[in-house]
T-cell receptor, first 114, second 116 residues
Framework: GNSVTQMEGPVTLSEEAFLTINCTYTATGYPSLFWYVQYPGEGLQLLLK?????DKGSNKGFEATYRKETTSFHLEKGSVQVSDSAVYFC?????????????FGTGTRLQVFP | EAGVTQFPSHSVIEKGQTVTLRCDPISGHDNLYWYRRVMGKEIKFLLH????????ESGMPNNRFLAERTGGTYSTLKVQPAELEDSGVYFC??????????????FGPGTRLTVL
């Protein structure tokens, strides 16, 4: 079936460190891939997305590249800030049915310390 | 423009009681989704409305869960009777387009349900 696997957290970093959160997926067809972020006390927000192979999504200094050959969509940021502390969810939409249900990974908590 | 709103933000009930969660989507969004995150696990899809019709309810766990969207505006999710394993955070999301690759779903803040 369709699924998303992401690295377990928490990920603890110092400010200005490099961030990678790994995400791999299993899906038939050509899914669209997403990273959602949940800041403390808030709902999920779309961080970035990619809809086809080799696309790079980017936003707020975060980037992720849709790698079909490795079925991956790893999230990276060159220099994290304390304000990036949140839970990050990798997700996909299979895109071959009449429903756009998101399939999520388990989420990775990021804690950034000054 | 108002975002997706959910009510209540928290609910604590005893096993066997009934709880009704409400979601107000972004105005004009025909698609409304319910998701649930149970205790640190992945967020799982429950169901999808297009206007007032259930497009996909494959994620509904059992017949104790009833979702409605009368008139195609707000939606309610009723759990009756609630069980301990129903505890979690229930998210609602809405979107404008169906079938458009990468179409964004806008999420509400969630309702945290605790069943004692």
């Amino acid at each position: 079936g369709n699924s998303v696997t992401q690295m377990e957290g928490p990920v603890t970093l110092s400010e200005e460190a490099f961030l990678t959160i790994n995400c791999t997926y299993t899906a038939t067809g050509y899914p669209s891939l997403f990273w959602y972020v949940q800041y403390p006390g808030e709902g999920l927000q779309l961080l970035l997305k990619a809809t086809k192979a080799d696309d790079k999504g980017s936003n707020k200094g975060f980037e992720a590249t849709y790698r079909k050959e490795t079925t991956s969509f790893h999230l990276e940021k060159g220099s994290v800030q304390v304000s990036d502390s949140a839970v990050y969810f990798c997700a996909l939409i299979r895109g071959m049915e009449n429903t756009d249900k998101l399939i999520f990974g388990t989420g990775t908590r990021l804690q950034v310390f000054p | 423009e108002a975002g997706v709103t959910q009510f209540p933000s928290h609910s604590v009930i005893e096993k066997g009681q009934t709880v009704t969660l409400r979601c107000d989507p972004i105005s004009g969004h025909d698609n409304l989704y319910w998701y649930r995150r149970v205790m640190g696990k992945e967020i799982k899809f429950l169901l999808h409305f297009v206007k007032e019709s259930k497009q996909d309810e494959s994620g509904m766990p059992n017949n104790r869960f009833l979702a409605e969207r009368t008139g195609g505006t707000y939606s309610t999710l009723k759990v009756q009777p609630a069980e301990l394993e129903d505890s979690g955070v229930y998210f609602c999301a809405s979107s404008e387009h169906l079938g458009l690759p990468g179409a964004e779903q806008f999420f509400g803040p969630g309702t945290r349900l605790t069943v004692l």
